[in-house]
């Protein structure tokens, strides 16, 4: 027996809970057919020019319905007679390449086939002006040289970063999405105590130098079902994302108890978060320029998506992963990204451990409680599926307390197997 597994002997992973979080639950019930009404408001049916070119921005945060909404937008420029084609907006991600930005695409269910034109992938970008500081502003190259008229897609929702009147969104959609990686690293070259100053001033310049006609907008509620959607033409998207914005801070996940002691994330990954979990919901921030929400002592995580397709971005932010989630990092993909966002804290690996098991009880031994029965233990499947979560048998007296708390079980055991991981890793909620 090694040292480390001498250390954690005798430390007890307390029974668990499994408890209902209750949110506002406002959603809409017919996304298809609200996006075609904000479509075909006046103002944006008379952007679209018979026979012109139309590039769709498209990201890749795992928008809920991302392909119906490309599908249906799609489907409205071709109605009125414009000639769409895709291009990924999403700055360094997909490990800053035209093949792996367009991977994360088909894995969307965003290709070709699936929503009815072209994908033009590429990195090439061109500069369509500067800001007062003279930081370059660019602009994906394809969609500047062989496009009429640009629009996108993006969703509102509070940056894990940086604090400021957009943070991210339709804003940010603009000069980091649309800027490729020259344009995201430009942005981010300064850091995020000028990040969202920056943002606006870029996204300024692109809207006065760039034919982009219009954007659609999304907010999520904390089942991650879009509540509300918005096309609004170029002239008004920086005061669309700011007034959205507030109503996409109070509509985020969260974990309904102010302090805990060790926090579990079954899983991280890019289609959670920019970051692989958000901060926003762990409280665990990798930027001083961002705070609030949860207030937790240990955070372990253990496993990463297949979807991020090895990138651990946000893991720095832990203290502790399985050897199962290092084994499927892929390094220069979390580089790539990170040192971009200029947030290497982010990148930092954490203690890794052989099982679930070690990780459980190294994050409760160094979690200073004196009583190790009594932890204030959570545990979430990741940072977007908060409906159903667990907690250790000591938090339920509180949870009684709370009426967006309904407890679903009596006290159980969790089960490892005989290499110490989770029989319940999947899908447990």
């Known amino acids: ?46 952007k679209i020019c018979p026979g012109k070119r139309i590039a769709i921005g498209v990201g890749s945060r795992g928008l809920c319905n991302i392909d119906l909404l490309v599908r249906e937008t799609v489907a409205f420029l071709k109605e009125h007679g414009a000639i769409p084609f895709i291009v990924p907006a999403m700055g360094s991600h997909g490990g800053a390449t035209a093949e792996g930005q367009a991977e994360i695409l088909a894995n969307l269910g965003v290709t070709e086939a699936t929503v009815g034109c072209p994908i033009v992938s590429s990195m090439d970008v061109v500069q369509i002006g500067k800001i007062a500081n003279g930081l370059p502003v660019y602009m994906d190259k394809h ?56 943002l606006l001033q870029m996204a300024e310049v692109a809207l006065k130098n760039s034919p982009i006609l219009f954007a659609v907008g999304t907010v999520e509620n904390a089942y991650d079902e879009i509540m509300h959607i918005t096309v609004v033409p170029a002239e008004k998207i920086i005061e669309e994302d700011q007034r959205l914005l507030p109503v996409a801070k109070a509509n985020i996940p969260r974990i309904l108890f102010d302090q805990i002691d060790v926090l579990i994330v079954d899983r991280i990954g890019k289609e959670m978060s920019g970051e692989g979990m958000d901060p926003n919901v762990t409280g665990r921030y990798a ?30 932010t832990a203290d502790y992963i399985t050897r199962r989630l290092f084994e499927k990092i892929n390094f220069e993909a979390v580089y790539a990204n990170l040192i971009t966002a200029v947030l290497p804290s982010a990148a930092k690996t954490p203690i890794v451990l052989d099982s679930d098991y070690d990780v459980f009880r190294a994050a409760i031994r160094t979690s200073e409680v004196p009583d190790w029965e009594k932890v204030r233990l959570v545990r979430i499947s990741d940072t977007m599926n908060l409906k159903t979560i667990m907690i250790s048998e000591s938090m339920v007296a509180e949870a009684r307390q709370n009426p967006n708390l309904t407890i679903l079980t009596d006290p159980f055991e969790l089960q490892f197997d005989v290499n110490g991981n989770l029989i319940d890793a999947e899908g447990y909620c």
Do not use: W
Not at 13 to 33: C, H, L, Y
Not at 158 to 164: D, E, G, M, S, V
Not at 299 to 312: F, M, P, Q, W, Y
């Open 1 to 46: 027996m090694n040292v480390v597994k001498r250390m954690l002997e005798g430390i007890p992973v307390p029974r668990m809970v499994r408890v209902n979080q209750t949110f506002n639950t406002e959603k809409i019930s017919d996304v298809a057919g609200k996006l075609k009404a904000e479509l075909n408001k006046p103002e944006i049916v008379e």
């Open 143 to 198: 969609a500047i040289e062989e496009a009429d008229g640009i629009i996108y897609i993006a969703r509102i929702k509070p940056h894990t970063a940086f604090r400021n009147k957009s943070e991210s969104g339709l804003v940010k959609m603009i000069t980091i999405g649309l800027g490729k990686h020259k344009g995201a690293s430009t942005c981010h070259s300064y850091g995020y105590g000028s990040m969202g100053e920056n």
């Open 287 to 316: 930027s001083p320029y961002a705070s609030g929400g949860l207030q937790v002592k240990q955070i372990a995580v253990l496993d990463l998506t297949e979807k991020s397709h090895g990138n651990a971005s946000g893991m720095g």
